[in-house]
């Protein structure tokens, strides 16, 4: 069965920069894209931006260009996700979330199966 | 970007009666080309991750119980569950994949 297990939750202080991972199993990795999603304590959903796993090729939200990299391993099926510059309002659950379209180099841009989440603290 | 927006922001219903929840978005999201509504439901259990429930503004994933329907065409959407179990509280959002997504904000339902 499909699984994406994402690392542990991180404490940051104000600029710094985090790393999250997302290990996926129970599917090809490089078939399909994988988004990543975050959610500040007690607020709606937040689309970060995606990388095509086979190519490597990214896109991201224009709010975090120039903040976030996204990358891949396709030896360990493992995708990461770097935010830098971490600010207070970085404060949030961060989700790994599959692309539902299987074409290594197609997407859908919704989402059918989602790690369990990340919490990043960003405090002084 | 497209804004989604929902209502109402939360809703109580009894158990057994029907839920129905709305989004709208600021743009058409139907592709003329396929005649396809780029619009999914996700529902958010306490603690979970979101779960997709359904893709195509009407077309349930597989797995997801028949009560809950999808339904509306263009810039208004509306997400219908039939027969409230106590398992549905939660809160629901729309999302567009038309362009860059973006989720409504949400809609949490409840037991009244």
């Known amino acids: 069965q499909v699984q994406l297990v994402q690392s542990g939750a991180e404490v940051k202080k104000p600029g710094a920069s985090v790393t999250i991972s997302c290990k996926a199993s129970?599917?090809?990795?490089?078939?399909?894209?994988m988004h990543w999603v975050r959610q500040a304590p007690g607020q709606g959903l937040e689309w970060m931006g995606c990388?095509?796993?086979?190519?490597?090729?990214?896109k991201y939200a224009q709010k975090f260009q120039g903040r976030v990299t996204m990358t891949r391993d396709t030896s360990i099926n493992t995708a990461y996700l770097e935010l830098s510059s971490l600010r207070s309002d970085d404060t949030a659950v961060y989700f790994c979330?599959?692309?539902?379209?299987?074409?290594?180099?197609?997407?859908?841009?919704?989402?059918?199966?989602w790690g369990q989440g990340t919490l990043v603290t960003v405090s002084s | 970007d497209i804004v989604m927006t929902q209502s109402p922001d939360s809703l109580a219903v009894s158990l057994g009666e029907r839920a129905t929840m709305n989004c709208k978005s600021t743009?058409?999201?139907?592709?003329?080309?396929?005649?396809?509504?780029?619009l999914a439901w996700y529902q958010q259990k306490a603690g979970q991750p979101p779960k997709l429930l359904i893709y195509w503004a009407s077309t349930r994933e597989s797995g997801v119980p028949e009560r809950f329907s999808g339904s509306g065409s263009g810039t208004d959407f509306t997400l219908t569950i039939n027969s409230l179990q106590a398992e549905d509280v939660a809160v629901y959002y729309c999302?567009?994949?038309?362009?860059?997504?973006?989720f409504g904000q949400g809609t949490r339902l409840e037991i009244k």
């Open positions: 129970g599917y090809t990795f490089p078939g399909y894209y």
């Open positions: 999302q567009q994949y038309y362009v860059t997504p973006t």
């Open positions: 990388i095509n796993p086979n190519s490597g090729d990214t």
């Open positions: 979330a599959r692309d539902r379209a299987n074409g290594y180099s197609s997407t859908r841009l919704y989402f059918d199966y």
């Open positions: 743009q058409s999201v139907l592709f003329n080309s396929n005649n396809k509504n780029y």
